[in-house]
């Protein structure tokens, strides 16, 4: 089962708390309060009845209460009654049918259809020696009425209670762990698109918002600060390496070149020159690599695009990476299935790049007398280019992975200047012309990389003018 969110377990966990606090006060209150009501209709009662003997009289032989006995005070109706219990005068409330017998003293609860009375009867001795009851009968229920309506109004304000409760308090808790939920979005963008120059940035003018939440914001924010710094760092360090490089790596060569340019040189340290030059120039490669990736991480890597007649680009780099090939002797034939006259606004140099990185990767992998096909498609908003080999593929945990720079699936393949930089490079030139590139491959059969980029570029003026310069240096 799905984990609830913090917020909506502490809404449903303090709107719990709350209701049952609230819930026991007013039980505790109304229990309390109805005992209460009840005494205090009985102590009235009671009060009542005794203070009625002041209004009976003895007059002209005959016991007669006086005027206000008849009235109703606090809902209690009075009756007298002789010795023989015969009702004599007197108020019987109305609803009250039963004649229950005398009981002097007592207070008794009766029921009577729906209702239920309280009655009190209590015997006095008149002057004349006679004994008389008064009967004080008051309505239970008329008692607690006003009671009851509290209670019922309470019961409906009770729900609307619970509910204003857990709205507000979802509203707060959300409102309290915003700020957390920012950390959160802050995190998944940099996992997205490695941009480590973004922060968590809350706002830190209001004084009262510097809580935990965030000091941690804010802890967060300097570890990112510290890490943009170290990965700087480390870009630079590995731009000035190969900076550094260039210089004796082109010494080298330069000096093969001269040296083979000796025709009384002996074979055999010709071959060791050759060797040496061969090497010099993988180096030379893998420094022009790290040299772009480097650039393209520094955001120094402009493209200048412009409208390229890209079918006949890829023939042209098919033809060569053809003589490549024979060169070598592996005997890859490679199969173009281009259709002719597709345009598309791409850089060319980088275009080439690409293609020769997935070409000469795919004859590398592959075996001896296979073929490699390359084929080239437009649907007039993107071309789509697949470069597919029927070589030694890659397995399925490493796929993920080829993209990464210095990845090699199979490390006993590689070699030279194989050093796992092509594909890293293949990928951002790809993505830098707002397009995608895949890979499907399986062990032992083949793979097929395809690349999609699109027809037309964004700003195609202000890249062409702006950028060329800069490429050109820097390349
Ligand atoms: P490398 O320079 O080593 O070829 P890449 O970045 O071009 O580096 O490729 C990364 C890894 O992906 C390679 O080492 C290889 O294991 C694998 N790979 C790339 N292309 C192919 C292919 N066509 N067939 C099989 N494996 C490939």
Avoid at 26 to 46: D, P, W
Avoid at 242 to 266: F, K, N, W, Y
Avoid at 417 to 435: C, F, R
Wanted: proline share 2%.
């Amino acid at each position: 089962m799905k984990r609830l969110s913090i917020k909506l377990r502490l809404t449903v966990l303090y709107s719990f708390f709350m209701l049952l606090v609230t819930g026991a006060a007013l039980t505790v209150l109304f229990s309390l309060g109805s005992r209460e009501i009840l005494a205090s209709v009985q102590m009235k009662l009671e009060q009542r009845v005794q203070e009625s003997v002041e209004e009976i009289r003895v007059r002209d032989g005959q016991v007669k209460p006086d005027s206000d006995f008849y009235s109703v005070t606090g809902d209690i109706y009075l009756s007298l009654y002789d010795e023989s219990m015969y009702f004599l005068y007197g108020r019987i409330p109305h609803g009250f049918t039963g004649e229950p017998d005398i009981s002097d003293g007592e207070l008794r609860q009766i029921r009577d259809g729906n209702l239920e009375w309280y009655v009190y009867d209590m015997s006095f001795r008149m002057e004349d020696g006679r004994t008389v009851y008064v009967r004080g009968i008051t309505s239970v229920t008329d008692a607690e009425e006003s009671f009851n309506v509290t209670v019922r109004l309470a019961l409906i304000l009770f729900p609307a209670l619970a509910l204003a409760t857990g709205f507000i308090g979802y509203r707060f808790t959300r409102r309290t762990l915003l700020p957390v939920k920012q950390i959160t979005d802050t995190v998944q963008k940099i996992r997205a698109d490695g941009d480590l120059s973004r922060r968590v940035g809350l706002d830190a003018g209001k004084e009262k918002t510097r809580d935990e939440i965030y000091g941690l914001a804010q802890t967060f924010d300097g570890l990112l600060g510290d890490l943009e710094e170290a990965f700087g760092r480390e870009k630079q360090f590995t731009s000035d390496v190969s900076h550094e490089l260039r210089t004796p790596v082109s010494v080298i060569l330069a000096q093969c070149g001269a040296c083979l340019a000796d025709e009384t040189m002996p074979e055999e340290l010709r071959g060791q020159v050759l060797l040496i030059q061969r090497k010099a120039k993988e180096i030379s490669e893998m420094i022009s690599h790290l040299l772009f990736l480097s650039r393209a991480d520094q955001g120094r890597q402009p493209l200048n695009r412009e409208q390229v007649d890209v079918s006949g680009l890829t023939e042209m780099v098919v033809e060569e990476q053809q003589m490549l090939a024979e060169e070598s002797g592996s005997g890859v034939k490679i199969e173009c299935r281009i259709r002719k006259g597709i345009t598309a606004y791409v850089d060319e140099t980088f275009y080439i790049r690409m293609l020769i990185n997935l070409i000469s990767n795919a004859v590398y992998y592959s075996g001896e007398g296979s073929t490699v096909t390359v084929s080239l498609d437009s649907d007039g908003e993107r071309i789509t280019g697949t470069v597919a080999d029927n070589g030694i593929g890659i397995a399925e945990e490493d796929l993920p992975h080829i993209w990464e720079r210095f990845y090699r699936a199979d490390t006993s393949r590689s070699g030279g200047s194989h050093s796992g930089l092509g594909l890293s490079m293949v990928k951002w030139i790809a993505e830098a012309h707002g397009g995608s590139i895949e890979a499907q491959s399986t062990l032992g059969a083949g793979s097929t990389f395809r690349f999609r980029l699109p027809v037309k570029g964004s700003d195609p003026g202000k890249e062409a003018r702006g950028q060329k310069n800069e490429k050109n240096e820097n390349l």
